[in-house]
């Protein structure tokens, strides 16, 4: 079994990076909750984040989502974040708000469309250009929703020669990570609705471009670890956007639906070199806080990966592996569970304070006052959410 030394050496090296769009108002399809202190804009965004990175000492960079956090200035705005701690992170394109894209952006049977989209995407990278970020991330809400609405081939063959160009557009050391999700808003087709369309476009385009793995896109029942298994021996897996579902895109806290199911992720990233030194795996959290307040959820969701993460490191390798080729399979699976029930919470708060962080990440923010604060200094303009 690992060392207690150990697991901190992964720990240490684990950074899971929030997403601005997380600190925003958010709801469901019906409505959208507001809540006292959210940001007013991109820079309060970053703040809040730095918050989370402060008491878990394990959120050192900030998603962002374009044109939701469009600014003036860019290298001012990096130097904001630098300035709290936490530094720009991987930028989001955002393909769906738009009128234009009804029947899709870079599927859209109209060349004026796909053309738009495009230049959105190649917008984006100048932003990364800007701010020296490695990835950017594609989510593509494009499908139809009737039989006979399109030509399933052809739009494959627009995403394609879309995809091209923005990739030949990307710097020696960026990258195109290609998010897929199985339904919604498309119902009859999506256009990169699961990890074999996403990898296909993905090894058609060169060694730059690599799959997201969202843990909440797949259908119930999905063995979501074989996915992550067979990307990383592929060596494609770029990226995670993690949360929890119990039916579909939930965009739920990660690990509340099934804690056991994110242990068994992670043991396969632990066995595959997910966490290794110079892993090409970026972590990222991609939830929505509808019904609790928006700093606390992300300090929980970072909390609850670490334990994931712990747990998974903590596996008898070699004790699994003799079980495994002896055939034994009660004993390969107690193995894993003997590691799946270990209490890793003071495991944790030793490694805390180790760092100089408090060793309750919950309790010592609802004591830092910060809430209260933002809910008095944010009195007026308009909230952030989804679209903003």
């Given amino acids: 079994m690992a060392s207690t030394n150990e697991v901190k050496a992964v720990l240490n090296r684990l950074g899971v990076e929030t997403p601005s769009w997380a600190y925003g108002n958010s709801g469901t399809r019906f409505k959208v909750f507001g809540q006292p202190g959210v940001p007013r804009d991109p820079y309060e965004k970053v703040a809040d984040a730095a918050q989370v990175h402060k008491y878990t000492g394990a959120a050192p960079t900030v998603a962002l989502h374009i044109p939701w956090d469009k ?12 300035g709290l701690g ?10 769906f708000q738009d009128d234009q894209y009804i029947l899709g952006s870079v599927c859209a049977p109209d060349p004026k469309v796909r053309a738009n989209a495009v230049a959105h995407l190649l917008d984006c990278i100048d932003i990364m250009d800007q701010v020296n970020v490695q990835d950017l991330k594609l989510w593509f809400a494009d499908g139809t929703n009737y039989p006979g609405q399109d030509n399933i081939a052809d739009r494959q063959n627009r995403l394609a020669e879309s995809l091209e160009k923005v990739y030949a557009r990307l710097g020696a050391n960026q990258r195109m990570l290609l998010e897929y999700k199985f339904f919604e808003p498309a119902f009859y087709h999506t256009d990169v609705p699961d990890w074999g369309t996403s990898l296909l476009h993905c090894m058609a ?8 793995v969202d843990t909440g896109h797949h259908a119930p029942g999905t063995n979501i670890e074989f996915i992550v298994a067979g990307l990383l021996r592929a060596k494609r897996l770029g990226a995670f ?13 990660v690990g509340a639906a099934d804690p056991f199911q994110l242990f068994r992720i992670m043991h396969e990233v632990n066995i595959n070199g ?10 990222v959290l991609d939830q929505c806080h509808n019904v609790e307040a928006k700093i606390p959820g992300q300090i929980r969701s970072i909390m609850n990966v670490q334990e994931a993460v712990a747990k998974a490191v903590l596996v008898d390798q070699d004790a699994l592996k003799k079980a ?3 055939g034994d399979v009660l004993a390969g699976h107690e193995v894993l569970m003997d590691a799946y029930n270990t209490d890793v919470r003071g495991l944790l708060r030793e490694w805390r304070s180790d760092k100089g962080i408090d060793p ?6 609802a004591a830092s006052g910060y809430a209260k604060k933002i809910a008095t200094d944010r009195v007026g303009g308009n909230q952030a959410g989804w679209g903003a």
């Avoid at 200035?73 to 130097?79: C, E, I, L, S, V």
């Avoid at 385009?205 to 997201?212: E, N, R, S």
């Fill in 86 to 95: 936490v530094k720009l992170g991987t930028i989001n394109s955002n393909t």
């Fill in 324 to 326: 495994q080729l002896a």
């Fill in 241 to 253: 956007d993690f949360n929890s579902r119990f039916y579909a895109d939930d965009d739920l806290i």
């Fill in 360 to 365: 309750e990440p919950m309790k010592a923010y």
């Fill in 274 to 283: 997910g966490f290794d030194v110079g892993t090409p795996v970026s972590y």
């Fill in 71 to 82: 600014v003036a200035d860019y290298k001012d705005f990096a130097t904001h974040a630098q």
């Fill in 205 to 212: 385009l060169g060694p730059k471009a690599m799959v997201v």
